[in-house]
């Protein structure tokens, strides 16, 4: 890949916890966007996958973001950052005897293709998950600056103190909340949209054709 400085639009994603569809909704974005012909690649820091999983043909979320991009898995995220132990990546790192992970380092290793219009960052897990030994999903999203922190969160019981407390640290940044799963017949799912919109004022959006034009 030819590498390329930091795109003129830089978008974060980042999750209320594990298992939410973080890298799902990051690729059906990145999918959008391409199809509506704006350059969009991906890019992850730092991931952690779980060997059985792998050896039964499930892919990492780098080669999911690839798949969704055209571009190469490592590529997407370093070799030397993906980590086979379904811990966080510095708690991987250590129990597999690698380097620490320095935020430094990480925002430093950051590539794109030439003529990437909008770059998508995907964090690892929560957004106070540790994503190197001196910093969390927080602390990525402040150091890149991105237009935007997309925070993507289940729908159902839970989500409003999950979605609040995972945007604590980034109210200087612009945020918006995807709900994923989201069931328009389902009471609490659009009680909880509502709450979250008209309460906290936040933008708070169910379907990737919103988000894409939003993001893009």
Avoid at 54 to 78: F, N, S
Avoid at 181 to 190: E, P
Wanted: charge should be negative.
């Amino acid at each position: 890949m030819t590498a390329a400085l930091r795109p003129d639009r830089l978008i974060v994603v980042l999750g209320t916890g594990t298992e939410v569809g973080k890298t799902w909704v990051s690729c059906r974005l990145l999918e959008r966007l391409r199809a509506d012909g704006l350059a969009a690649a991906a890019w992850k820091p730092a991931q952690s996958w779980d060997p059985d999983e792998r050896a039964a043909g499930g892919p990492t979320d780098a080669e999911l973001l690839a798949a969704a991009t055209g571009q190469a898995p490592d590529e997407v995220c370093p070799p030397h950052r993906s980590y086979p132990l379904p811990l966080a990546p510095p708690m991987a790192a250590d129990r597999l005897g690698h380097p620490r992970i320095a935020l430094t380092d990480l925002v430093a290793e950051a590539r794109w293709p030439v003529g990437t219009a909008l770059g998508l960052v995907e964090g690892a897990g929560g957004s106070r998950s540790p994503i190197a030994h001196d910093a969390d999903g927080v602390d990525l999203a402040r150091a890149l600056q991105p237009a935007a922190v997309v925070l993507v969160a289940d729908a159902g019981l839970g989500t409003i103190h999950a979605v609040r407390a995972a945007l604590d640290g980034l109210t200087d940044l612009r945020a918006v909340v995807f709900l994923n799963r989201f069931d328009s017949d389902d009471a609490l799912h659009q009680g909880n949209r509502t709450w979250l919109s008209e309460r906290t004022g936040l933008s708070v959006l169910t379907d990737i054709g919103g988000l894409a034009a939003t993001a893009g």
